[in-house]
Nanobody
Framework: HVQLVESGGGSVQAGGSLTLSCEASGDIDSTYSMAWFRQAPGKERQGVCGIDSDGDTSYANSVKGRFTISRDNDKNILYLRMNSLQTGDTAMYYC??????????????????WGQGTQVTVS
């Protein structure tokens, strides 16, 4: 059993910051690759950033320089630090996990484990 629970979402003004957390529990460890995805109403779900089992990170061009993904393997927590938020960042944010390597980080269909999501609203 693997469970992912996101937290930290909320409403902020443009230019503000938020930090999202994803707590993992069950049969999961540092050998898993993890990622953040987001989806706005009426739009396709898109990859935000990913971090693999080696700690290497990848980012969508739209968030490079503003967002930072990190993981605390001792606490089994995935983080997304978001700075200089824009109205275009408004979406439901989801964390996802998969075992080691299974393809490009942004292929959401390769991730078998998902959290329930946390809403981020920028105005």
């Amino acid at each position: 059993h693997v469970q992912l629970v996101e937290s930290g979402g909320g409403s902020v003004q443009a230019g503000g910051s938020l930090t999202l957390s994803c707590e993992a529990s069950g049969d999961i460890d540092s050998t898993y690759s993890m990622a953040w995805f987001r989806q706005a109403p009426g739009k396709e779900r898109q990859g935000v950033c990913g971090i693999d089992s080696d700690g290497d990170t990848s980012y969508a061009n739209s968030v490079k320089g503003r967002f930072t993904i990190s993981r605390d393997n001792d606490k089994n927590i995935l983080y997304l630090r978001m700075n200089s938020l824009q109205t275009g960042d408004t979406a439901m944010y989801y964390c996802a996990a998969k075992f080691r390597y299974g393809g490009p980080w942004y292929d959401d269909w390769k991730y078998p484990y998902w959290g329930q999501g946390t809403q981020v609203t920028v105005s």
